[in-house]
């Protein structure tokens, strides 16, 4: 998950730890926190409570040997499904000084989370701290590693590497294009030169750049790559990627053959996506919609097969390939 996903899913919410129950009563979340009521009780209400008290004890017991493993998380899931179950102070004080010894091991994560933030280091502070507030919620540790993410996500030094974070995780998606495209073109010349046995030695041709391996992509790939590309500029500038990006768009553009072959797969796609949009006005049986769609396909992507089935669909509607004079 990306930087910018992580700080715009922080939430506030955390549950502060519950003062003891008194005897006989159980300790209960609520809307507003966390409440003290015997809840509903059917049957014996001793007999209840007996079991309520069993289960709380080995579940704490449980989180305890968790704890002693160094599985804090996990213990802290245990501590948390007992707490429902307090129905007495002595296992109200045993979970409460269980769930502090984990809180102050948060605490210490969130030390070295705010370290990484001071060392400028900030996709690992945005996960540690993410961590702590998704694998401890409900301790206070969760909350304030929430306000703590709220606020480093406010500082235009945190947004830049969120940026660069982004751009990075989309290019990787192009360098893996780029890099099998020219392996792929590698091993055919490396075969077509083998099969020439009397072909003369010549001298190594100059590596093709990132660009020139783009143009040679398929056309489906070649449309893919480049809306990538230019996804990534619209959403990640100024980024440093997002720049690299822009270098290279801009030299698919000066490229005649690749800029008209961009142009004409952008202008088919487009007619693919009105065509698709009309088909979906038709079956929902808006049709005068569906009719106004495919007359424009006609107009704009005259003499293509998209051009053919809208023409066709128009004659199954009973509508004339031009609207009638009014």
């Given at each position: 998950?990306?930087?910018?996903?992580?700080?715009?899913?922080?939430?506030?919410?955390?549950?502060?730890?519950?003062?003891?129950a008194a005897q006989g009563q159980v300790v209960r979340p609520g809307d507003s926190g966390a409440?003290?009521?015997?809840?509903?009780?059917?049957?014996?209400?001793?007999?209840?409570?007996?079991?309520?008290?069993?289960?709380?004890?080995?579940?704490?017991?449980?989180?305890?040997?968790?704890?002693?493993?160094?599985?804090?998380?996990?213990?802290?899931?245990?501590?948390?499904?007992?707490?429902?179950?307090?129905?007495?102070?002595?296992?109200?004080?045993?979970?409460?000084?269980?769930?502090?010894?984990?809180?102050?091991?948060?605490?210490?994560?969130?030390?070295?989370?705010?370290?990484?933030?001071?060392?400028?280091?900030?996709?690992?502070?945005?996960?540690?701290?993410?961590?702590?507030?998704?694998?401890?919620?409900?301790?206070?540790?969760?909350?304030?590693?929430?306000?703590?993410?709220?606020?480093?996500?406010?500082?235009?030094?945190?947004?830049?590497?969120?940026?660069?974070?982004?751009?990075?995780?989309?290019?990787?998606?192009?360098?893996?294009?780029?890099?099998?495209?020219?392996?792929?073109?590698?091993?055919?010349?490396?075969?077509?030169?083998?099969?020439?046995?009397?072909?003369?030695?010549?001298?190594?041709?100059?590596?093709?750049?990132?660009?020139?391996?783009?143009?040679?992509?398929?056309?489906?790939?070649?449309?893919?790559?480049?809306?990538?590309?230019?996804?990534?500029?619209?959403?990640?500038?100024?980024?440093?990627?997002?720049?690299?990006?822009?270098d290279m768009l801009d030299a698919l553009d000066a490229d005649a053959p690749t800029s008209a072959?961009?142009?004409?797969?952008?202008?088919?796609?487009?007619?693919?996506?009105?065509?698709?949009?009309?088909?979906?006005?038709?079956?929902?049986?808006?049709?005068?919609?569906?009719?106004?769609?495919?007359?424009?396909?006609?107009?704009?992507?005259?003499?293509?097969?998209?051009?053919?089935?809208?023409?066709?669909?128009?004659?199954?509607?009973?509508?004339?390939?031009?609207?009638?004079?009014?």
């Amino acid at each position: 998950m990306t930087i910018a996903r992580t700080l715009a899913g922080v939430l506030a919410a955390g549950i502060m730890l519950s003062t003891p129950a008194a005897q006989g009563q159980v300790v209960r979340p609520g809307d507003s926190g966390a409440g003290v009521g015997m809840g509903s009780v059917t049957g014996d209400p001793a007999d209840t409570i007996h079991a309520m008290r069993l289960r709380a004890t080995k579940l704490i017991a449980e989180a305890q040997q968790l704890f002693t493993d160094t599985k804090y998380k996990s213990s802290w899931k245990k501590l948390k499904a007992a707490r429902s179950l307090l129905v007495d102070k002595a296992l109200a004080k045993q979970w409460k000084d269980l769930a502090n010894q984990v809180n102050n091991v948060a605490k210490a994560d969130a030390t070295l989370a705010e370290q990484h933030y001071q060392k400028k280091e900030y996709t690992q502070a945005i996960k540690a701290y993410r961590r702590i507030w998704m694998g401890y919620s409900g301790l206070p540790v969760a909350k304030q590693a929430s306000i703590r993410l709220k606020a480093i996500g406010k500082d235009p030094a945190v947004k830049a590497t969120a940026q660069e974070d982004r751009a990075g995780k989309m290019f990787k998606i192009v360098r893996t294009t780029i890099d099998r495209q020219r392996k792929k073109l590698a091993a055919k010349a490396k075969d077509a030169k083998a099969k020439d046995a009397n072909a003369k030695p010549t001298a190594p041709s100059k590596a093709k750049t990132d660009a020139e391996i783009i143009a040679s992509l398929s056309d489906e790939r070649l449309l893919r790559t480049a809306d990538l590309l230019r996804r990534i500029v619209k959403t990640c500038s100024p980024a440093p990627t997002a720049m690299d990006c822009v270098d290279m768009l801009d030299a698919l553009d000066a490229d005649a053959p690749t800029s008209a072959r961009l142009a004409r797969l952008r202008v088919a796609q487009q007619a693919k996506r009105d065509l698709a949009q009309a088909d979906m006005y038709r079956k929902a049986g808006m049709r005068a919609k569906a009719i106004e769609l495919y007359r424009k396909i006609l107009t704009d992507h005259r003499g293509t097969p998209t051009a053919t089935q809208a023409a066709k669909h128009l004659g199954a509607l009973g509508a004339t390939v031009k609207p009638a004079p009014k």
